[in-house]
């Protein structure tokens, strides 16, 4: 078995970051329980299960791209910040890391993490709005540690693609969140949502938790000095340094069989980050090393599958196995595909699809019932039934080397197959052909026969399923004039040093 987790995971030195403190007990971690989640509803009842049950001297740490605090955490229940609130008057210890994120004019979400911010500080928690990073980069992670004192085998981290903020808590009917943010108008007043996050008990949490302390501890300024940020922070009233973190509980023992490896991706930046000072690329050598082993499918839930660079590896992982297989769901539009921010985002997927164009490849999008499409937004990679991902990195260039973000990795045949067997019920709406030819004639039929119904002007009974073939919108040539330089430096940034540029490695 050792040798298993060897051929799928990475050694130590192949990180290619001796200066982090996640590998100080080796690059894997044995003995964990780990439990998909699909859905934001699913993942957000879940944690308020977990949260209701802290008491005085227990610990909360969370990292976010994006925060609401008056997103509900179930229907007509208490929403996330006035939970964190509770907690953070009767004791419990609330430590958060938010980006600071750029203007909301620029559809981003400062506003939004700058009062969930204030509004944690205001009640003796410590919020830290973090703009440590690559300039134009994002602090992308998604993580949250429960920590219990005096009793670590009730500890739990959640990781994964789903926020705490708007939008995400739909479920398996996909009819939207009550709780919107902008979005294209094609995906209506709700925009259905599929996400995905894990549950994760045993060693593997004290990794996790050593990703938020590293953070936590960079010495470098939380934002650029200049006269404008300091004031902003100054008027919102966020603290400009972080007080020092208490001391470490143990980590938890063990808790199942599940073997786990933490990725993580820093961009290379001036001044580094003390424990990634050249960069960590783990989450991109992780995929490639997977890739290497890919025999008979890779299935891939991904929000943009931008870029040249990650295609390639998987076009090189088709070329290497003539029975590989390679089924990808993605959103039908981009979040925003206005006439300026569409073309840009369509060009980057379209050379890859164009990269990967094969028949032994399907790309494809996802609708409820009523036929509006759901944003797929989930992160999520199964190679052959034996290694997965869940996190927060995307298949971009923007997410392999440039944003930060933290996956796990799992070596698990049973719970592989099982997450399989979950999503494609729910994308086919009937029981799956698990082998993975079958499974891929499957999916191309339903999608086939729901694209014939539309075509035939749906007269017949809607067939079952939810699954469309994806054909973006092309971008014109002279769109492509403005888009690419657009795609290439705004939308799928490159944050590796020159020389692994030139190689196109990591």
Not at 38 to 56: P, V, W
Not at 298 to 305: F, K, N, R, S
Not at 378 to 393: E, Q, Y
Not at 435 to 447: K, S, T
Request: glycine share 6%.
């Amino acid at each position: 078995m050792a040798s298993d987790r060897e051929q799928w995971f990475l050694a130590p030195a192949e990180r290619g970051n001796p200066a982090t403190d996640i590998d100080l007990d080796g690059s894997w971690i044995e003995g964990n329980q780990v439990r998909p989640l699909i859905h934001g509803a699913t993942y957000f009842r879940q944690l308020y299960l977990e949260l209701g049950d802290l008491k005085s001297g227990d610990r909360v740490y969370f990292t976010d791209w994006r925060g609401d605090p008056d997103q509900a955490l179930y229907e007509d229940g208490p929403s996330i910040g006035q939970v964190l609130a509770d907690l953070a008057r009767n004791g419990v210890e609330v430590r958060a890391l938010l980006w600071r994120s750029h203007s909301d004019y620029l559809n981003f979400n400062a506003e939004e993490n700058q009062r969930f911010g204030t509004e944690l500080n205001e009640v003796g928690a410590e919020a830290l709005l973090d703009q440590r990073v690559r300039r134009l980069a994002s602090h992308h992670q998604k993580l949250f540690v429960i920590r219990h004192r005096g009793d670590p085998a009730r500890d739990v981290a959640f990781v994964g693609g789903i926020d705490l903020s708007h939008q995400r808590r739909d479920d398996a009917r996909h009819r939207g969140d009550p709780q919107q943010a902008p979005m294209d108008r094609r995906y209506g007043g709700r925009a259905p949502w599929h996400d995905v996050a894990l549950e994760v008990r045993g060693p593997a949490v004290g990794d996790l938790l050593r990703c938020f302390v590293e953070r936590w501890d960079d010495p470098h300024p939380l934002d650029r000095r200049t006269p404008y940020r300091m004031l902003v922070q100054r008027l919102a009233r966020m603290p400009r340094h972080p007080s020092k973190l208490p001391e470490a509980f143990p980590d938890p023992p063990a808790a199942g069989p599940h073997v786990v490896q933490v990725l993580r991706t820093y961009a290379h930046k001036h001044p580094g980050y003390p424990f990634a000072p050249k960069g960590e690329y783990s989450v991109a050598r992780a995929y490639l090393k997977a890739f290497s082993q890919a025999r008979r499918l890779i299935y891939i839930e991904d929000q943009y599958l931008w870029s040249r660079t990650v295609a390639r590896r998987l076009r090189e992982a088709l070329d290497r196995s003539a029975d590989l297989r390679i089924v990808i769901v993605v959103p039908r539009y981009p979040d925003a595909d206005d006439s300026l921010s569409g073309p840009p985002a369509r060009y980057g997927q379209l050379e890859a699809m164009n990269l990967l164009r094969s028949d032994r490849v399907g790309v494809y999008n996802v609708e409820n019932a009523e036929g509006v499409p759901i944003y797929l937004h989930a992160k999520v990679c199964i190679v052959d039934d034996v290694w997965f991902t869940v996190g927060s990195a995307n298949f971009n260039r923007r997410s392999w080397t440039n944003d930060s973000e933290l996956t796990c990795a799992v070596l698990d045949p049973e719970l592989a197959r099982s997450l399989r067997a979950e999503l494609w019920t729910e994308h086919l709406g009937t029981s799956p052909e698990l082998d993975p030819v079958g499974g891929f004639e499957q999916f191309a039929a339903a999608a086939r026969a729901l694209d014939g119904w539309y075509a035939n002007g749906c007269v017949e009974p809607r067939p079952p399923g939810r699954l469309r073939c994806h054909q973006p919108q092309p971008v014109s040539r002279r769109q492509a004039l403005w888009a690419r330089p657009l795609y290439l430096h705004l939308y799928d940034p490159d944050g590796r040093p020159r020389a692994l540029r030139r190689r196109d490695a990591f």
